[in-house]
């Protein structure tokens, strides 16, 4: 028996957790541990910092959660968890407070498109855990509104999406005022040069854990891609969403894309509802939890969907347009055949984006088959 399968057979109750943590484990279901979280939460344990490489969808929030509130409670101090968008900071504060209802766990969620007045509420209530957005955390050390002095386990989660998004200036002045001698764990989906370089200057020698090289995808997907023109796009998306029944989310180039496509899908009768940058807070809460509890069958998305979208029953994705980047191509595909459900991924490329599609597929390592689009 190699290793890596001894790994895989790993029970939580042998990662090094107290007895209060597995109890909350198990209320809460989570029966085996995924790849992620075997090889982290017996190293995040001791305090050690940690590279975490996953791809999307393989249970990196309970990686770090699980530590962190150990850690927290055998070191005092507070935590703060820093991600790219709204939706990934309320699934990671809905995750954490599932396991640390019984605790007692506080959290603070402090995002962009909400009150600053509701923020420092939650502040003045000494949470145990801040879960923000760089640029609204920011806001909230120039006015000095909030002390992160007491950090001692910090969290860096989809890494290479917050240098995509341009955060690197907000993230440096985060980490120029959180105290040195803390806990880092910092996890990507990529390895840019950028973030190798942030490593070296704001980690102490972290163990570097990878279940999954870059560009790879659950092999549980299965992808399809046809070349088609525009005027033809609606017509087969009718014909997918007809054929496979159940949830799809569907990812447009533009915002205004997403509405305007939201809207001819309500015209041939399907629930819809569009997710983007333009949408207020609440309104992209509202589209999700709706996309969750089943009140809207499809979701249309732009790309900050990519990496905060944890459903686990679409059956579908499709990337009614090509992402601008390979890869995001791997984040919105991420999205389905999670918990080990099998799903498909299908893409649109119009026969000028031929190049596009061999960088995908340069990424991924894997050919994209071609469907012949019938009339």
Do not use: W
Request: aromatic content about 4%.
């Amino acid at each position: 028996m190699t290793q890596n399968t001894q790994i895989r057979h790993l029970a939580f109750s042998e990662l090094g957790l107290a007895p209060v943590l597995l109890d909350a484990v198990g209320r809460c279901k989570f029966s085996t541990p995924t790849p992620i979280q075997e090889k982290t939460i017996p190293i995040a344990t001791k305090g050690e910092d940690i590279i975490g490489i996953a791809q999307t969808g393989t249970g990196k929030t309970l990686a770090f959660g699980l530590p962190m509130i150990q850690q927290l409670a055998i070191k005092k101090g507070m935590g703060l968890v820093i991600l790219p968008t709204r939706e990934l900071a309320i699934q990671v504060d809905e995750t954490l407070n599932k396991i640390g209802a019984s605790m007692g766990l506080r959290t603070a969620i402090i995002v962009g498109g909400a009150a600053m007045g509701n923020q420092i509420s939650m502040i003045r209530k000494n949470p145990h855990v801040i879960i923000a957005t760089p640029g609204r955390l920011n806001d909230h050390l120039e006015h000095k509104t909030i002390n992160l002095s007491t950090v001692s386990v910090l969290v860096l989660d989809e890494a290479d999406r917050m240098l995509d998004m341009g955060f690197e200036p907000q993230i440096r002045k985060i980490l120029a005022v959180v105290p040195k001698e803390r806990q880092t764990m910092l996890f990507s989906v990529t390895m840019p040069d950028k973030i190798r370089s942030m490593a070296r200057h704001y980690m102490k020698t972290p163990v570097s854990i990878e279940v999954a090289a870059a560009g790879t995808m659950a092999e549980n997907i299965t992808q399809e891609l046809y070349f088609v023109t525009k005027d033809e796009k609606l017509n087969l998306l009718h014909k997918l969403l007809s054929s496979h029944p159940g949830k799809a989310l569907v990812f447009s180039r533009t915002k205004h894309g997403a509405k305007k496509l939201a809207i001819k899908l309500k015209n041939m009768g399907y629930t819809a509802a569009d997710i983007h940058s333009n949408k207020s807070l609440s309104q992209r809460k509202a589209a999700l939890d709706g996309f969750k509890k089943n009140q809207f069958r499809i979701l249309v998305a732009t790309d900050i969907a990519a990496r905060g979208i944890d459903v686990h029953d679409i059956v579908l994705v499709v990337n009614y347009d090509l992402p601008d980047n390979p890869e995001d191509y791997v984040h919105r595909i991420g999205r389905t055949g999670r918990a080990g459900k099998s799903s498909k991924a299908v893409s649109f490329a119009e026969h000028s984006q031929k190049y596009d599609v061999k960088e995908i597929e340069r990424l991924t390592k894997k050919k994209l088959p071609i469907i012949s689009l019938i009339s």
